[in-house]
């Protein structure tokens, strides 16, 4: 069986590929263009498969795959036990942040201990992030589309992912607090690490090379 690196599609797959190329391993097939999931390389031993990115982590955790790379935000949602996270990429970089309407005066609202609505897709980092500030929330579910949340009345806030800023801006909503800063790891198989150490690991350091 060869090696295999799961992906999602989008941003991590296109961030990756120069990491791989610069061990000179190229994905013989171009995601999309192709309906393929599972995609050959030009080594025999190592294979790409293509999952959601938020499926990668339990594609890595239950060896359907040895390795993969996730997000940050992912590996906290998904829970981090169990998987080995040797390296940050330093690849598909932002962050975390909450965000409110323009005319909504968050600051006054945590100061008079309001309970603020807050709906968001990572509801594990929004919950210890107000938690950590004291700040009672209600948490409202979502998996898209955060920014039309307060637009709505859905919610007085959001948690999302912020790079440029320009999403929220179209959207008339402010970034009121920064929470973290994200970028995706490269996350291993603990099983495979031992049974498989040497292409394992050679494939680590393929990584660890191209970052440094
Ligand atoms: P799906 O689209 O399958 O629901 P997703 O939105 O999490 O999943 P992507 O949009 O490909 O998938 O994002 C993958 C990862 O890239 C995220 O987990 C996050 O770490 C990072 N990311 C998300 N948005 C941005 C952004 N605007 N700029 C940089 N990195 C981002
Ligand atoms: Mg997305």
Redesign the pocket.
């Given at each position: 069986m060869p090696i295999t690196l799961a992906l999602s599609k989008?941003?991590i797959f296109d961030d990756t590929l120069p990491l791989l190329a610069s061990a000179g391993i190229t994905v013989l097939d171009d995601p999309e263009k192709s309906r393929k999931l599972i995609l050959a390389t030009n080594r025999p031993d190592l294979r790409v498969v293509l999952v959601r990115?938020s499926d990668v982590p339990t594609y890595v955790q239950y060896g359907g795959a040895d390795l993969g790379v996730a997000g940050k935000d992912v590996l906290i949602e998904h829970g981090e036990d169990g998987l080995y996270q040797p390296l940050d990429l330093k690849i598909a970089r932002c962050r975390m942040s909450v965000a409110v309407r323009a005319d909504f005066d968050y600051a006054s609202a945590v100061r008079q201990g309001s309970r603020i609505r807050v709906a968001t897709k990572y509801t594990q980092i929004a919950r210890q992030h107000f938690a950590d500030k004291g700040v009672h929330v209600d948490l409202i579910k979502l998996y898209?589309s955060m920014e039309l949340a307060p637009l709505t009345g859905l919610a007085d806030a959001i948690v999302d992912?912020v790079s440029t800023g320009s999403t929220l801006k179209a959207n008339n909503l402010v970034e009121v607090e920064h929470i973290m800063d994200i970028s995706s790891r490269l996350v291993v198989n603990q099983a495979a690490l031992k049974l498989r150490r040497e292409p394992v690991r050679a494939l680590i350091d393929v990584f660890a090379k191209a970052v440094s």
């Open positions: 989008g941003r990115a898209g992912l």
